[in-house]
């Protein structure tokens, strides 16, 4: 955009950035021209003719799309011409030729631009007798998406968007003339991860969403703005729901974080909600060894019970909790206060050993907005496949490689989602991480051109661990060489929704509410002064807990929504833990691998059914609503908190709101975080905290470990075999078979083939698999999807035999 300009639209002076588009800045002046191929995020392509307006020029009145004309100076419009509205009424005649009038069972009826448009810019009747043309309908596309062709207008929106934004351009014409048509290829599903936006942005009824489909009508529906959960990106969505059920999630255009978007993942995993599997009612572990509905002061009191005996026998540091990563923050904050405060204990972690560290998460310095990547000239991606663990980052990163020109650098053990688009791409080995790191740093060999490159900044590098069998040291390694680019910022990432804010919320054992060092005996102080009671001083994290389960040191354990055996790298670990739980509670939605041999299961309300905040991985700080009771007997995990507290002699705050309150009071990042600025104020968009007391410098020391003829690459993908995505019955049956990949030339000289059935020896166990044949994973590594149920451990040495 240049500098503003004047032009006249109807009369009226307005003015507008030079460049910008008519329809967009028409639009931002009160006038509103129609349209159905245009779209705010996508290129202009003037397809549906239904933006057309009269401007002036030297030869009189000339109709043109509004959609592909930039403003000038002087420039003279009108849009409400009748030239311009017998325009808008003959091309709606002709998108009418062919679309079927079966409004009243379409799912768009209601908030169908193609209604409402021909409602208030069309003829009122049309002259078309003759037989429309007819298609099979609907036909699946994919397992999310019904393509009705009929209904299509051809206005390529679908189109553009699978090949614009998310890079799968699975979706395409087909046949020409009267027979053109939106189809897939043959054989070729619309399997991209982001089909579901092509349903919200399609201006008729032609793509619909098979978990929606006639489910509700549009007034119908109540909606609320909130947060998606699924991973730590942070996605602003529109929770709608109709009779106490959410019934669908649309995004929210937010320029900060996700503009509009969504993955399917975050957009249908709200299924799991009424899951028949959900619990409803406390269950509490009788005589005979079994769970058994309870009511809520029996669980309550066994649990004060129990854990008062154990704190009066054995002390406070026999005490532990792990989660909160997927709570609010008012919920992570409660937790980290009744083990703290109520119970005195500084044995509790949010994160669970998968993540780069909470050193590097809350006190790296210079951190890096999602934002920034518009303006970055060279990214850096070193850490999980964007397009499997956090998926509309991705987008954010593709777009920046395509539309803005920013150069991308990807450095991982196999091919990801950004490979097609980034200017560099390196491999390396999993265990030479370390010696590729420093190849890069020095710009030796055929790294000198990808060394060259991020000499030129603005520099964003987006870091992480790239699987889990490699230590979290290289990711704090990588930091600090971005740290040393010209203009550079760091963004570490992390996978799990609220991990960030957990951590913040001092559920971790050496960090405090608001960043503040656990260490710090006069924060404690502080922080004491504030709750009215003691806070104990640091203790043990997730793998310590772990060690403490195993040898006995630890004997009771709170977990707050998590699942150490299924999500801690080491399950063989956190498996033999957990078998050997003295005393185990859990809050939680679902029965799962951990808590399956709990004493005491709480059921828990969750996203859409409480209010609170969280904090995503660039630490912007959004609201999450209440729009739908809990089902059954289920409670916020606050009250439960609170409950709890009461009986062992403490308190930990009424309700969410309060504590909403006292943690902008306490928590030094989180001072300016209200609830009322993220619900009506300058925060709208969310609010990026400050900087805590705590500050981490990054540092190279991560090593190389020896390592034999095969290294394992541990990675997540985006459908897993977790208890949210199975429960819920559209996406379950999207989680692909785990397999062994391997690198062609692996493959040959051990002597496989694809398909055939192998069995793969970790460190910690073996699974048996098929074996995939992989060309751009690195030689000499094994790849293994790490959420899909085979467990061999997380070392680097495997072996694979038939």
Not at 79 to 94: H, I, N, R, W
Request: charged share 20%; aromatic share 4%.
């Amino acid at each position: 955009m240049s500098d503003p300009i004047k032009l006249t639209v109807d009369g009226r002076e307005v003015t507008a950035p030079g460049g910008q588009l008519l329809i967009k800045a028409a639009e931002e002046h009160g006038t509103y021209i129609p349209r159905f191929c245009w779209h705010p995020r996508m290129k202009p392509v003037g397809m549906c003719r239904m933006c057309l307006v009269e401007v002036e020029g030297p030869r009189g009145k000339v109709l043109v799309t509004s959609c592909t004309t930039p403003v000038a100076e002087g420039m003279v419009v009108h849009t409400k011409s009748d030239v311009v509205k017998k325009a808008q009424e003959g091309v709606l005649e002709f998108l009418l030729v062919n679309h079927p009038l079966d409004c009243p069972v379409c799912d768009k009826g209601g908030e169908c631009p193609l209604q409402d448009q021909t409602l208030s810019h069309g003829p009122g009747e049309s002259r078309f007798v003759e037989e429309k043309r007819h298609f099979e309908k609907p036909i699946a596309i994919s397992e999310l998406v019904m393509l009705d062709r009929e209904r299509c207008i051809l206005c390529a929106r679908c189109t553009r968007f699978s090949d614009e934004i998310s890079g799968d351009p699975l979706i395409e014409f087909i046949d020409r003339g009267n027979h053109t048509q939106i189809n897939t290829f043959p054989d070729e599903p619309f399997a991209s991860y982001f089909s579901g936006n092509t349903v919200q942005i399609c201006p008729v009824g032609a793509l619909t969403a098979t978990p929606y489909r006639f489910r509700a009508r549009p007034w119908d529906l109540e909606a609320v703005e909130s947060t998606c959960p699924q991973c730590s990106v942070g996605c602003r969505v529109s929770v709608q729901a109709s009779q106490n059920q959410v019934l669908r999630l649309i995004g929210v255009d937010v320029d900060a974080t996700n503009q509009g978007w969504l993955c399917d993942k975050g957009r249908f995993a709200f299924e799991h909600l009424r899951a028949p599997a959900r619990l409803s009612t406390p269950l509490v572990r009788g005589a005979d060894g079994e769970l058994h509905e309870a009511g809520w002061g029996e669980a309550l009191d066994l649990i004060a019970s129990r854990i008062g005996a154990v704190i009066a026998e054995r002390g406070p540091a026999a005490v532990a909790g792990l989660g909160g990563a997927r709570s609010t923050n008012e919920e992570a904050y409660a937790f980290g206060k009744l083990l703290r405060g109520v119970l005195g204990t500084g044995n509790l972690d949010a994160s669970l050993g998968d993540d780069p560290g909470a050193a590097l998460l809350a006190g790296v310095p210079h951190r890096a907005t999602i934002d920034d990547l518009e303006r970055a000239k060279t990214i850096l991606v070193w850490g999980p496949d964007l397009k499997e663990e956090l998926p509309v980052l991705h987008l954010r990163v593709r777009r920046a490689a395509t539309a803005l020109g920013a150069d991308v650098v990807v450095v991982h053990p196999r091919a990801t989602g950004l490979d097609r688009d980034a200017a560099h791409v390196v491999r390396y080995r999993p265990g030479e991480g370390a010696a590729t790191l420093q190849r890069l740093a020095a710009g030796e060999g055929d790294l000198a051109a990808v060394r060259a490159a991020l000499d030129t900044g603005p520099v964003v590098a987006i870091v992480g661990r790239t699987g889990l069998a490699e230590s979290a040291d290289l990711a704090d390694a990588v930091a600090a060489f971005a740290l040393t680019l010209a203009d550079a910022k760091v963004m570490p990432v992390a996978r799990r929704g609220n991990v960030l804010g957990a951590i913040d919320m001092g559920v971790h054992p050496h960090l405090l509410p608001g960043r503040v060092a656990a260490s710090d005996a006069a924060a404690r102080a502080a922080l004491a002064a504030a709750w009215g009671c003691a806070v104990a001083v640091p203790g043990r994290d997730t793998s310590g807990i772990l060690s403490g389960m195993a040898d006995g040191s630890i004997a009771a354990v709170l977990l707050l929504g998590c699942d150490p055996v299924a999500d801690h790298p080491d399950r063989k670990a956190a498996a033999a833990a957990f078998d050997k739980a003295p005393f185990l509670v859990s809050l939680d939605l679902f029965l799962n691998e951990s808590n399956r041999t709990a004493d005491v299961v709480l059921p828990v309300d969750t996203f859409t059914e409480v209010e609170g905040t969280m904090t995503n991985l660039e630490g912007r700080v959004q609201k999450s609503n209440r729009i739908v009771p809990g089902v059954g007997a289920s409670r916020p995990v606050v009250e439960i908190l609170e409950d709890l507290a009461a009986r062992l002699g403490g308190s930990i705050g009424a309700g969410a709101a309060a504590i909403a309150k006292e943690i902008a009071l306490v928590a030094p990042a989180y001072a300016a975080v209200s609830w009322e600025a993220l619900d009506w104020g300058r925060g709208r968009d969310g609010i990026v905290v400050a900087e805590g007391p705590f500050t981490h410098t990054p540092e190279r020391r991560a090593t190389d470990p020896s390592v034999g003829a095969l290294t394992l690459h541990l990675g997540r993908v985006l459908y897993d075999g977790g208890t949210m995505i199975t429960a819920g019955p559209s996406l379950a049956r999207l989680a692909p078979e785990p397999a062994a990949h391997l690198h062609p030339d692996d493959a040959s000289r051990l002597g496989f083939a694809a398909g055939d059935r192998v069995t793969v020896t970790g460190n910690a166990g073996s699974a048996a698999m098929a074996v995939a044949i992989d060309p751009t994973l690195a030689r000499g590594t094994v790849y293994l999807p790490f959420n899909l149920g085979a467990s061999i451990g997380n070392g680097l040495e495997v072996k694979v035999e038939k």
